[in-house]
């Protein structure tokens, strides 16, 4: 057949026509059009003109000129300086950078720089963080296997993989990384670790018959897909996609295309921005009319306006902020939580819904055997795993014995090894599933390898996909015994005979078995049989034995078990007002059951939403599912991000885990993408906002108090900043509005918002968390950064130390003091009013004295700081000449004091009577 006439390839995906007279399955909607795993092989070879032995070396370099590399073309990186400028794109930090300007046109240079070292800080931070953030793709590349064995013109040879093109026939062997995607002509025991893209911890078996067009790509059994890795076996395919053309490539340019949310944080500062912004200039336009009309120089009027707006806008909260994530970052990577982004973590305390994947997460990411059915009886190995009628495996059974002769059967029909022990942890390898039987012999007293020594072997059939059976045929007793693995419904039709429970053989009771082997299945275990035969006639090396007339010795059930801690951690979260999801590729039986005994859901018959179902129904149809459903199996990537969309069109804060190169589209989409960092590949990693050292689930929820008391303290911060300068704003225009003196000069407001205030803010960031802090519902997305409650107090708190400066302004004044006297006594009043309401601001609805002041130290350190800083001034010379101040006596002080501590009593009254349940502000 003729390219120019029967089918049209593009470098990146095939569009055909049809082969001969058949017409082509086509898949849609896909990045593929073509279904390649619905093919025989024979059309795959024919379509694309190439043949089992390979393509010429001409004809393949021909194609390579024409598709192009097989690679992942890397993102166009951005530019330091677009990353640098993006880092100023904020309204408070607009704000900031105006304030610096004025400063430099009222030649306070001090406070200029101290505005810009503010803005250098935020936007060095801001740009390592995003330089970081965009390697995503680039990681990709890492799974690319570098070399391949290909059959060119017939002859074997290795090859550099980018070199491979559609037609090439590649070799797979125990170990390699497949170079691109390929459909199977050729198989042998091939099993593919296919979890990078499907999530499934056992490796998938592979076979060359075509499989439904519509199939999900973890039900593709005869395609093998780039950067999955050989687990056993062998194999040949033919290349039918390369680059991006692949599944992989596919996921590259979904993760491409998905802008990561904005975070919740970002959003409630924008919107306090402009808050300020509107403060700032309204405060300052009102302060200047007011003086004008009242007769003061214009001049003088400008500059205090000017220095009001200085003193209005919170330079200290960019660093605050700053500091109070960084500390939240440093308690996390301690409960094993690293953050990659530091918005993320304030994204965390905001977080409503928890998509987790199973394996490795909620799971130990280790096939187990938990179930044991032999002599008509069932058995666990788990204290905790009670049934009516099961007992517990807990001692090494009697020789001959059916548990015996079970466990004995999957340890020599058994190609893993145990390879030896960290305490009570094995380490294997080889396949999960027969490791999983070696190990649960191993604990029973049956030592896989003086098992296997005691019993050599002759000749093995290895597991076959089309066979459902693995065979070993083994010495026992001077002659030969039959072993055989499989599953169970292709057993019972092999087998004659079973054991009773005294290990007698009799007649096979099909329907027993069958009973046993669903009960299991339930329970989302995997099933295998356990059967022998003696031997009659001696097999001979490269016999291939052909198992029948079997006695069925026994089944064995195993799955992934749950991580410990895990339940906790759901109940947890449940009571934190959290809902926990589990998004997995693995089969439904075995995903509800897994949730069941997490306790993520309370009905073992559970609604479970799969792949297949999702593919039938629209966007707004699962947006109404996703809020009942908390089970989702058989998902691809496409599905999992479909999922997270439909919880954000809820306004959900959604946070979404994940390990593979399938969870990099979803991990971008999501407010906050959690990779794995054991278990996880570098593309989740990079993708990720945030990343789990210990790959466990509990990590996530002691993340999620952290990142509440982080904004916590965030609020903290930006209630002490805004109620210090309405107390400001609130003195100058009663002031001006009264006709008396200005009680604070421009460099007296500079003054006490750059140092004062500059110390305490960033020594609040240091806050504890508070008592609680995961016993309230998580907060709002529209939830702002000062709550109705705090701007409530903001007024009073404001408005006392307003007052309590102005009383005593007056007072100094009426005792005929200068009016740098009086001026002095305002300032320092307002200082002590700060040192007071700090620890006013360390909780919003705790008594102040109910919270130790030793449990920060660095505020009270900072606290001390100010005011020493502040007396220090009074006496000093150069500061005396700057700030227009004079030395206070003792007298003034206490009375100060005395003044200064009613804002404690204001703030403490209005918690009392404005006391509210968690969320209702």
Known sequence: MSLDTGARITAHSWEVTEVHDRQVPVVTPGHNDVAWHALEPAEVIEHLETSFEGLDEDIAAER?????????????????????????????????????????????????????????LNATVGFIQERKADRSVRALMQ????????????????????????????????????????????????????????????PA???????????????????????????????????????????????????????????????????????????????????????????????????????????????????????????????????????????????????????????????ENRMTVQRLWAGGQTYRFREDDAGEGVRLLHSAPARGEPVELTLLAGTLTNEAEVEGWDDDEPRTTGDPTEAALLVAAARLGISPHEAREQHPVVVEVPFESDLRYSVSVREHGGGQRMWVKGAPERLLDLASASLDEAGEVVPLNRQAVEDAAGAMAQRGLRVLAMAYREVDEPYAEGDVPRPGDLVLVGLQGMLDPPRQGVREAIAGCNAAGLRVLMITGDHAATARAIAYDLDLVDDPTAPVLTGHEMGRISDEQLAERVLDVQVYARMSPEHKLRIVKALRSHGEVTAVTGDGVNDGPAL???????????????????????????????????????????????????????????????????????????????????????????????????????????????????????????WERTVFTGATMAVGSLVLFSWALAQNETLEQAR????????????????????????????????????????????????????????????????????TWLRMIAVASIVILVSEIHKLLRKEPFGKH
């Open 824 to 891: 002095s006594v305002a300032l320092t009043t307002m200082v002590v009013f700060m040192a007071f309401h700090v620890y006013n601001a360390r909780s919003e609805r705790q008594s102040i004295f109910s919270i130790s002041p030793l449990k920060n130290p660095f505020l009270l350190a900072a606290t001390l700081g100010a005011l020493a800083l502040h007396a220090l001034a009074l006496q000093w010379g150069p500061t005396q000449f700057i700030l227009r101040v004079e030395p206070l006596d003792a007298d």
């Open 143 to 202: 799974l690319a296997a570098p070399k391949s064995v290909v059959v060119r013109s017939g002859q074997r040879r290795e090859v550099e993989s980018t070199g491979l093109v559609p037609g090439d026939a590649v070799l797979l062997e125990s170990g390699t990384r497949v170079p691109a995607d390929l459909r199977l002509v050729s198989v042998t025991a091939l099993r593919v670790d296919e979890s990078l893209l499907t999530g499934e911890s056992t």
């Open 205 to 363: 078996s592979k076979a060359t018959k075509p499989v439904e067009a519509d199939a999900l790509a973890s039900e593709r059994s005869s395609m093998a897909h780039m950067g999955c890795v050989v687990a056993s076996g062998r194999g040949r395919g033919v290349v039918v996609a390369t680059g991006l053309g692949t599944e992989l490539g596919q996921i590259s340019a979904q993760i491409r295309g998905e802008a990561q949310p904005e975070s919740p944080l970002t959003r409630r500062m924008f919107r306090f921005a402009n808050i300020i912004a509107a403060a700032v200039a309204g405060s300052a336009v009102v302060t200047f009319l007011l003086g004008l009309l009242i007769g003061e120089p214009m001049a003088e009027m400008f500059l205090t306006a000017v220095a009001l707006a200085v003193a209005i806008v919170p330079e200290g909260l960019p660093v605050a902020l700053t500091v109070a994530m960084a500390l939240g970052v440093r308690r996390m990577a301690h409960r094993n939580a690293i953050i990659r982004n530091l918005p993320a973590v304030e994204t965390l305390g905001s977080t409503n819904t928890i998509g987790s994947d199973k394996t490795g997460t909620l799971t």
């Open 668 to 790: 971008r989409a999501a407010e906050i993408g959690i990779a794995m960092g054991k278990s996880g590949t570098d593309v989740a990693r990079e993708a990720s906002d945030m990343v789990l050292a210990d790959d466990n689930f509990t990590s996530i929820y002691h993340a999620v108090e952290e990142g509440r008391v982080v904004f916590d303290n965030v609020r903290k911060v930006t209630y002490y900043l805004v109620s210090t300068g309405v107390a400001a704003i609130v003195a100058i225009l009663y002031s001006l509005a009264a006709g008396i003196p200005l009680p604070f000069l421009p460099a007296q407001l500079l003054w006490l918002n750059v140092v004062t205030n500059g110390l305490q803010d960033v020594a609040l960031a240091f806050e504890p968390g508070e008592r609680g802090v995961l016993d309230r519902p998580p907060r709002r997305r529209d939830e702002p950064v000062v709550s109705r409650l705090l």
């Open 64 to 120: 390579l000129e024409h598709y192009g590399r097989n690679e992942l073309e890397p993102e166009e990186a951005k530019g330091n300086l677009e990353i640098l400028l993006h880092q100023f794109k904020s309204p408070l930090i607009y704000i900031l950078l105006v304030a610096a300007v004025v400063t430099v046109l009222i030649r306070e240079y001090i406070d200029t720089g101290v505005i810009v070292g503010v803005l250098v």
